[in-house]
């Protein structure tokens, strides 16, 4: 059985290994083993050290900044024939009072420095930290190190751009969407108003008459044929008020857009145009198959043209106008082009942008990924041509 030490002999043993080793290791080897350890440093840590010497001149670099940084002139002695405050990098970044700061024993801490000059010719970001070298009390360099943050600067600034792009977009949208509202508001009151005045020049003109007629053969002791004339003209009062009563219904929806594809549409609209206008407008439907619109487009298209027509009837002067419908790829395209006398778009846009619906239309077409052009030239006519995406009807349903 081994016997264990006792604490004495322990410390003896302590005190021996302790001699052999300050025998062995000398100062030299100490500070070697030192040196050894701070250079493998660095040589291997990811960011740029300059060592300079109390004067600034530059007496190390290590191969990080080299190979990342200076990557047009890679050499070590390319930088050690530079005192610092002359490097033109330092001389471009403004940052000669730092450098020598730290020469006089201040360190210094500067964040995210734009470098407008590098020996590897990009600008570039750093973060930079300068520390004196002190022996005793007196400086002997300095050590600078800087931190390559060009990348995530750049992200930040490109995030900072893109907010900017994304706030003025808002913004624009945003009038944009104010505008249409006030323009809807107008259209509303707009259409309130003719169908208004529509129902007071018809419907109400009819039932009126006839009502009136009543009265007569109520008050006055009518002879037999008399109020059988009477009674006549009444009824024929009557019909017409169910006739523009049914008029008017057909123009608040027309039932045709639930039953027939947008070609077939348009050209019962153009029709019932003619005969009631008393125009003579020309459908020119080039379209090979019919073209199935979602809900939303087709009854665009279809107010958008019903308005066109309008304007024409209203503003153009002329009777005669062509109204093209063509298809190209997935967009359906619509020209209308009357030649009558014609008006100054930007006049209009600017004094009014609602004047002749032209701002709705736009912003209509606009809101369901289509475009409208309107162009006119005084004396001349009007030609307005109207793209909008088509899809397929499986889509639809």
């Known amino acids: 059985m081994v016997k264990k030490p006792t604490y004495e002999e322990l410390e003896q043993r302590i005190e021996g290994l302790e001699k ?29 050290i300059v060592i300079l010497d109390k004067n600034g001149r530059i007496k190390d670099i290590n191969p990080y900044h080299l190979t990342h940084i200076g990557k047009e002139k890679a050499t070590k ?43 590897g010719g990009r600008v570039r970001f750093f973060n930079i930290r300068g520390v004196p070298i002190f022996k005793n009390t007196d400086v002997i360099g300095a050590i600078i190190i800087h931190e390559d943050i060009t990348e995530p600067k750049q992200t930040e600034e490109a995030l900072v751009r893109l907010n ?9 949208r945003t009038r944009q969407l104010k505008r249409l509202n006030e323009h809807l508001v107008y ?56 006739r523009e009563t049914r008029s008017l219904i057909y123009q608040l929806y027309p039932p045709i857009l639930k039953d027939f594809d947008i070609d077939i549409a348009l050209g019962f609209l153009i029709e019932e145009s003619n005969e009631k206008y008393d125009t003579d407008f020309r459908y020119i439907n080039n379209l090979d198959d019919s073209v199935h619109l ?15 027509i309008i304007n024409i009837v209203k503003h153009s002067g002329s009777k ?25 778009v930007e006049t209009i846009n600017k004094t009014n942008f609602c004047g002749f619906g032209l701002y709705g239309l736009s912003e209509r077409f606009k809101n369901i990924g289509g475009t409208i052009k309107i162009e ?21 349903e």
């Open 320 to 344: 005669k106008a062509e109204i093209e419908l063509s298809k190209d790829i997935d967009m359906l395209m619509l020209k209308v082009e009357d030649y009558g006398r014609g008006f100054n």
């Open 164 to 172: 900017k792009t994304l706030d003025i977009k808002v913004k624009e």
């Open 20 to 48: 052999k080793i300050s025998d062995h290791l000398t100062y030299d080897d100490f500070t070697k083993e030192l040196s050894e350890r701070y250079l493998r440093i660095f040589e291997a840590v990811p960011v740029s």
């Open 294 to 308: 979602i809900e939303a487009n087709k009854i665009t298209l279809y107010r958008a043209v019903n308005e066109l």
């Open 77 to 119: 002695e390319h930088y050690l024939k530079y005192n610092i405050l002359d490097f033109p990098s330092v001389i471009a970044a403004g940052l000669q009072d730092e450098h020598q700061s730290v020469l006089k024993g201040k360190p210094f801490n500067l964040k995210s420095v734009r470098f407008p000059v590098t020996t």
């Open 376 to 396: 006119s030239t005084i004396g001349k006519g009007t030609q307005t041509i109207i793209c909008i995406p088509i899809m397929s009807k499986v889509l639809n």
């Open 187 to 242: 259209s509303e009151e707009r259409e309130r108003n003719s169908l208004a005045s529509d129902l007071h020049d018809s419907v109400a003109q009819s039932l009126g008459l006839s009502l009136s007629m009543i009265k007569e053969l109520t008050e006055v002791n009518c002879k037999v044929d008399t109020g059988t004339g009477n009674l006549s003209k009444i009824q024929g009062h009557l019909e017409q008020a169910i």
